[in-house]
């Protein structure tokens, strides 16, 4: 594990260069959730791609921008990714993230073992969830991540994140989120997951939410790369994620790129999910 850790701080040196140096153009090709894939990306799913097979533990890896598993011989880990999550938010200069879910035995909820994630902002941030969740930043002069603090979040936040097209939410999701803002949440979201919830985490709180809509009854935001990984970190803080009404770490993966509703926050907040979605799913 880490093995796994260390070549994720290598991942985050070479990517945070590809985003300063390299063209951030489009190209013609959508990945396997149909997205538009920008140059970035495809560049981005290499520098994983290279570091992760050199690792002994690693067993298999499976990425946002494949269609299927690259496998090798031996090893334990099987690594989910997502190498350069919020790629849209690029060429307007917001910042971006990497997320890595690793499982063991297969890629289901319950099998996650640990997880990380990178933001790429104005400074290089990592967070690692294994017993604990650390928080590390690179220091530019000594070449190397130091350790800031552990993240443990409190009972209750103050800023919200909703997701979704507003036009498609349904009726008791708006009751809920107009709830919140009434009690007196701030709006805070870029459309990118990683800086979004990487602010709720160090604010020592609040919601996120990227909820079934009616365009998209199964949300948006991926299984394997994108919500057990925040899900893992979010619980080892000591917050609450779920898919409205379950636990999301209690659900299985139907397909690599499959896809769920998700709330990831402090207990307070959700507990008002829950009250919401009673009855509703
Ligand atoms: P991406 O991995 O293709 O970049 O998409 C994921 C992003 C998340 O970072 C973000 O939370 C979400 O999509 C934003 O979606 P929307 O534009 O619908 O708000
Ligand atoms: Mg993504």
Redesign the pocket.
């Known amino acids: 594990m880490t093995e796994i850790i260390e070549s994720i701080k290598k991942i985050a040196v070479d990517i945070n260069k590809a985003i300063k140096t390299k063209d951030t153009g489009k190209i013609e090709s959508q990945n396997a959730s149909g997205?538009v894939q920008v140059k970035l990306d495809v560049i981005s799913d290499k520098i994983v791609e290279d570091y992760l097979l050199e690792v002994s533990s690693v067993k298999e890896i499976i990425s946002?921008e494949k269609e299927e598993p690259i496998t090798k011989e031996s090893g334990k880990y099987f690594v989910a990714y997502?190498p350069?999550?919020?790629?849209s938010l690029i060429d307007v200069n917001l910042s971006v993230g990497s997320?890595f879910g690793i499982y063991e035995n297969g890629y289901n909820g319950k099998n996650i073992v640990a997880s990380a994630y990178v933001v790429y902002g104005p400074r290089l941030e990592l967070v690692v969830a294994r017993d604990v969740v650390e928080f590390f930043r690179f220091n530019e002069e000594k070449n190397e991540f130091d350790f800031v603090k552990e993240i443990n979040l409190e009972k209750k936040g103050k800023v919200l994140g909703p997701g979704g097209t507003q036009k498609y939410w349904f009726d008791y999701h708006k009751k809920m989120i107009d709830g919140l803002f009434g009690e007196g949440y701030r709006l805070r979201y870029s459309g990118g997951?990683v800086p979004d919830l990487h602010q709720i985490l160090l604010k020592g709180g609040g919601l996120f939410a990227y909820p079934a809509t009616t365009d998209k009854p199964k949300g948006k935001?991926?299984k394997l790369?994108?919500v057990f990984p925040f899900a893992y970190v979010f619980k080892k803080a000591g917050g609450g994620a779920i898919d409205g009404v379950n636990e999301l770490l209690g659900l299985k993966a139907d397909y690599f790129h499959d896809t769920t509703p998700c709330f990831f926050g402090s207990e307070y907040e959700i507990k008002k999910v829950l009250q919401a979605y009673k009855g509703k799913k």
């Open positions: 997205d946002e997502d350069l999550d919020g790629s997320i997951m935001l991926r790369f994108e």
